[in-house]
């Protein structure tokens, strides 16, 4: 019943800057922690950014410094801002959020967006 919607990618050129939403609905008051993840063709996925439910957040080296990831915690809604994009960050981007069982400490759920694209032109 978890639902996630994504929004916000799209074309930009080498330099720009996009801004990535991703909105849970169904059970925001027991998510432990959201992540960004990208594809590119040819590759596994991998984590880009990640946030718990402490506030701490991970990076991949690649990002490090350029993009930044929060959330609204009332609102169970995750957010990427990417700046000074390059080629190399075309890919598609999924929003993941991490929620535990009503009924066991011990017992979590991972929910998937759809993807969005992001294209990074030179």
């Known amino acids: 019943q978890v639902q996630l919607v994504e929004s916000g990618g799209g074309l930009v050129q080498a330099g720009g800057s996009l801004r990535l939403s991703c909105a849970a609905s169904?059970?925001?008051?027991?998510?432990?922690?959201f992540g960004w993840y990208r594809q590119a063709p040819g590759k596994q996925r991998e984590l880009v950014a990640s946030?718990?439910?402490?506030?701490?957040?991970t990076y991949a080296d690649s990002v490090k410094g350029r993009f930044t990831i929060s959330r609204d915690i009332a609102e169970g809604t995750v957010f990427l801002q990417m700046n000074s994009l390059k080629p190399e960050d075309t890919a598609i981007y999924y929003c993941?959020?991490?929620?535990?069982?009503?009924?066991?400490?011990?017992?979590?759920?991972?929910?998937w967006g759809q993807g969005t694209q992001v294209t990074v032109s030179s």
């Open positions: 993941n959020v991490n929620i535990r069982s009503p009924y066991s400490w011990w017992s979590s759920a991972n929910y």
């Open positions: 946030i718990s439910s402490s506030g701490s957040t």
């Open positions: 169904g059970s925001t008051d027991r998510i432990n922690a």
